[in-house]
């Protein structure tokens, strides 16, 4: 019996081993922290050996084939033995997607990925088609296609997810766009970043679709270098030769070779330009799919985001809080910012992932007039701003952050939580801060 391996406790690792047990294989789940209780308590019952803690190297260098966690990078020692003894190390994704049929419309971008997952997601659902959310975003794949029998599967994909993908095929592929993201994970060479995310379009073919944003110069660069044999539609804000989806007399257009679809872009539910974006490319995958005109329009129209992205939390004193805690990378931030039509607190700082705050520079410089740095060490963020902004203060605490930016906000500013960083210095996970972020300006 083939042996298969999984590194990694979390949702996508139990929910590789759900599927690896149902489909026949001896199956062995290793992870070096401890298991969340809920996952545990699966194992146990399902009776899946594991082993927390720590890795049995013996007992893994043993697999036929190992599922590794997105989260676990290639370098770590136990990787590269089990490569060496020419060991196939594989992602959740590529694994599950052996055992469906279905379609699958995969996202993938530096930023934007999860509300038009979302929203994508919403609108197939609302349309009546049997279909699954996954990936990056809500319950693993890998269990779905242990569990259940979708016709049509939502990905949200990670460039970590993409890594170790080989056969795995997308029907749709949705690239949003990509900038500076993750660059301690590839070597701070952004080329490797970069052909990660292109992964999105392997092993796609003439009958499949790549939706990708006109103006991006990055994506639109490689795909002149690829030439990737595959229907192509680019979504822009203005019209141009060859553009899919774009705005015309505030009218939201998309045309593909079966119609062409109008909205009002007053009527969309998403404001924001890069939302606007994360609309298009929903709508471009839904008319490829057939779903109707009015369908689209009316989930456009009431579809209610994501939470921790731009989430309006209170108006205090006339003060606006938003919670921005999925800004991980400065170009979210940046997007953020432009979306803000008052004056701003800005609340940054977490684990920097090799961040150039430039991007963000001039941003800051016309629409913030006090920054808060939250952060164990906040060292990088001092040595570019201090200056440039006249208030900056440091906090310890989601506490502290709160209640220094709502003394130095003023009637009709906004309090923003866009971070920039990763949340692990001081935080469980960005949901965790931005719960937080939550509680603490409701006891104001």
């Not at 370098?75 to 490569?83: D, F, G, N, Y």
């Not at 270098?225 to 705005?247: I, M």
Request: a negative charge; proline letters at 2%.
């Amino acid at each position: 019996m083939k042996k298969i391996v999984i590194l990694g406790g979390g949702e996508s690792g139990v929910g590789s081993a759900i599927l690896a047990q149902a489909k026949g294989f001896e199956v062995f789940l290793s992870d070096n922290g401890a298991l969340q209780d809920k996952y545990k308590a699966e194992l146990v019952d399902k009776n899946i050996p594991f082993e927390e803690k720590g890795h049995t190297k013996e007992n893994i260098l043993s697999a036929d084939e190992i599922i590794k966690s997105p989260g676990i990078p290639d370098e770590v020692p136990l990787i590269q033995e089990a490569k060496q003894k020419g060991i196939s190390i594989i992602s959740e994704i590529e694994f599950a997607g052996r055992y469906t049929n279905a379609k699958k419309i995969c996202i993938t971008g530096s930023n934007g990925k999860t509300t038009t997952t979302s929203l994508l997601y919403y609108i197939l659902k609302s349309a009546g088609l049997n279909v699954g959310l996954g990936g990056n975003i809500g319950k693993s794949f890998a269990r779905q296609v242990a569990e259940n029998s979708f016709d049509y599967y939502v990905l949200e994909l990670s460039s970590f997810q993409l890594d170790n993908m080989y056969d795995f095929k997308a029907d749709i592929a949705i690239l949003l766009n990509i900038t500076p993201d993750h660059l301690d994970r590839y070597d701070h060479d952004f080329q490797k970043y970069v052909d990660a995310k292109m992964r999105i379009t392997q092993n796609q073919t003439a009958e499949d679709a790549f939706i990708y944003w006109a103006e991006d110069p990055v994506v639109s660069k490689e795909v002149s270098k690829k030439q990737p044999n595959v229907r192509l539609f680019t979504f822009s804000e203005h019209k141009a030769d060859g553009v899919s989806a774009y705005v015309d007399n505030d009218q939201i257009v998309i045309n593909t070779s079966k119609s062409v679809f109008t909205m009002e872009q007053d009527l969309l539910a998403l404001t924001g330009t890069h939302n606007l974006y994360n609309s298009f490319a929903s709508a471009i995958a839904a008319k490829l799919l057939d779903i109707k005109d009015e369908k689209i329009r009316q989930s456009l129209s009431d579809f209610k985001g994501v939470v921790h992205r731009l989430e309006k939390v209170a108006s205090v004193k006339g003060i606006q809080f938003i919670n921005d805690s999925k800004a991980t990378n400065v170009n979210s931030c940046w997007y953020a910012l432009k979306s803000m039509k008052t004056k701003v607190v800005l609340i940054l700082g977490g684990k920097d992932k090799g961040n150039d705050y430039r991007e963000i520079e001039e941003l800051v410089k016309t629409k913030v007039h006090a920054l808060v740095f939250l952060g164990v060490d906040n060292s990088k963020l001092h040595k570019f701003f201090d200056g440039k902004i006249e208030t900056i203060v440091d906090a310890g605490s989601m506490e502290e952050a709160v209640n220094k930016a709502y003394a130095l906000a003023t009637e009709g500013d906004s309090v923003l939580l866009s971070p920039c960083c990763a949340s692990f210095d001081l935080f469980k996970n960005y949901e965790d801060r931005g719960d937080q972020f939550k509680y603490w300006v409701r006891k104001l």
